[in-house]
């Protein structure tokens, strides 16, 4: 069965302090890896998906990549519209649905 | 462009009732979805379709049921509401299955008493 596990649970940054959240996980053959944004009282937000080991994806202030066992999302020099639930999920070979870690709560301190 | 838009936003139902949570949207995506967020437990995928005609259960299935008549909408049915069934409830879509980008809407808060 598919695992998702992401850590930090919660991460509170300054802005301007950069940091990472990690996301392991275990599929038998992995088609995706996915990263959303999810602000308090909304729906989920597509961020990145990736591929295979070694991609890299990059979108103002964020850089995600991939290992066979892990992804990190990179966050530099954060701003306070930064702060949201980053969620991480995958697809298995074969499987017509993802599953999703429990999501990382990241605050930015002004 | 609506997107993906689901009502209500927010229900109380008691215990043994019935509803639908209704999910439209005007992408003319094929793929739909519906999940549950509890706290600690992450998305949990209930019921999926790949196009009109066609669904096929989740994770989560049991206590909720699905149909697909159009491409446009995809209404989540509880037949007999139970408090563990208490949640928010997504929706998602996309054009070509779990792979490609999923649009959510913004969720009903369901409370079942």
């Known amino acids: 069965e598919d695992q998702v596990t992401q850590s930090p649970e919660a991460l509170r940054l300054q802005e301007g302090e950069s940091s990472s959240l990690n996301c392991s996980y275990t599929?038998?053959?992995?088609?995706?890896l996915f990263w959303y944004r999810q602000d308090p009282g909304k729906g989920p937000e597509f961020l990145f998906t990736?591929?295979?080991a070694g991609e890299e994806k990059e979108k103002e202030r964020l850089k995600a990549t991939l290992t066979k066992k892990e992804s990190f999302l990179h966050i530099t020099a954060p701003k306070p519209e930064d702060s949201a639930t980053y969620l991480c999920?995958?697809?298995?070979?074969?499987?017509?649905?993802?599953?999703f870690g429990t999501g990382t709560r990241l605050t930015i301190i002004p | 462009n609506a997107g993906v838009t689901q009502t209500p936003k927010f229900q109380v139902l008691k215990t043994g009732q019935s509803m639908t949570l209704q999910c439209a949207q005007d992408m003319n995506h094929e793929y739909m979805s519906w999940y549950r967020q509890d706290p600690g437990m992450g998305l949990r995928l209930i019921h999926y379709s790949v196009g009109a005609g066609i669904t096929d259960q989740g994770e989560v299935p049991n206590g909720y049921n699905v149909s697909r008549s159009t491409t446009e909408d995809f209404p989540l049915r509880l037949l007999s509401a139970a408090p563990s069934q208490t949640s928010v409830y997504f929706c998602?879509?996309?054009?070509?299955?779990?792979?490609?980008?999923?649009?959510f809407g913004d969720g009903t808060r369901l409370s079942i008493l």
């Open positions: 999920a995958v697809q298995d070979f074969g499987n017509e649905k993802l599953t």
């Open positions: 990736l591929y295979s």
């Open positions: 998602a879509s996309s054009y070509g299955g779990p792979g490609q980008p999923q649009h």
């Open positions: 599929v038998s053959g992995l088609r995706g």
